[in-house]
Every structure is written in structure tokens, then in C-alpha cells.
């Protein structure tokens, strides 16, 4: 069982930035796949950004890529999402997501989700 708590949502302007912060509690082994994914208003929930606990593979959503860093820091069960250049279309509520493969085929936990806004 992995359990998520996310942190580090808020507002802030376009051209912003923000640091989400998601810690995990339960055992994360290193084949585990940790990521984030949003969800905006009337729409369905998209990838954003993954990353492999074991050699640290990365990928990205194309809306997001060169503005958007995930990092892990395994010892601490912890990983992160830079966000930079901020756009309004970026407001959602972003979860982090744990999936027990690292090709996304396990099983799926979540996070609680936190508020991003993106407005002047």
C-alpha cells in the first residue's frame, strides 16, 4: 500500500512559477513509476510528466515540455514537479501518482491533488 500527500499548489501569474512537492509512505521499490497528472474543469485527467524511481526515465506531456522538470529524491520517498513559465491553460488540480511498474501497467495510487492557478 503507498500512500500520497502533495504540496506546494497555489496561485500565481502567468509567466510564474511553482514547485509541487509529493511525498510517499508505504514501500517504493525501484521498478515503481512516480508521476503527476492534472485535471482541469470539465475535463478528463492527463499525464504530465513520470519518472522511474530506478534510472530515473522521464517523460512529458508536449504541452509542458521545456518548462516542466520532474525529480525524485528515492531516499526521501519524494518527488517534485518545476513549474516554470506558467500558463493559465496550466490551471488544474494536480495529483501525484505512484504505479507499481515502471511502464505504467501496475497498480495505480493517488494523491489527494492540489490547486494550481494560473491567472493575473
Known amino acids: 500500500q503507498v500512500q500520497l500527500v502533495e504540496s506546494g499548489g497555489g496561485l500565481v501569474q502567468p509567466g510564474g512559477s511553482l514547485r509541487l512537492s509529493c511525498v510517499a509512505s508505504g514501500s517504493i521499490l525501484s521498478f515503481y513509476r512516480m508521476g503527476w497528472y492534472r485535471q482541469a474543469p470539465g475535463k478528463q485527467r492527463e499525464l504530465v510528466a513520470t519518472i522511474t524511481t530506478g534510472g530515473g526515465s522521464t517523460n512529458y506531456a508536449d504541452s509542458v515540455k521545456g518548462r516542466f522538470t520532474i525529480s525524485r529524491d528515492n531516499a526521501e520517498k519524494k518527488v517534485y514537479l518545476q513549474m516554470n513559465s506558467l500558463k493559465p491553460e496550466d490551471t488544474a488540480v494536480y495529483f501525484c501518482?505512484?504505479?507499481?511498474?515502471?511502464?505504467?501497467?501496475?497498480?495505480?495510487?493517488w494523491g489527494q491533488g492540489t490547486q494550481v492557478t494560473v491567472s493575473s
Open positions: 501518482n505512484c504505479n507499481t511498474y515502471w511502464d505504467g501497467s501496475g497498480v495505480d495510487y
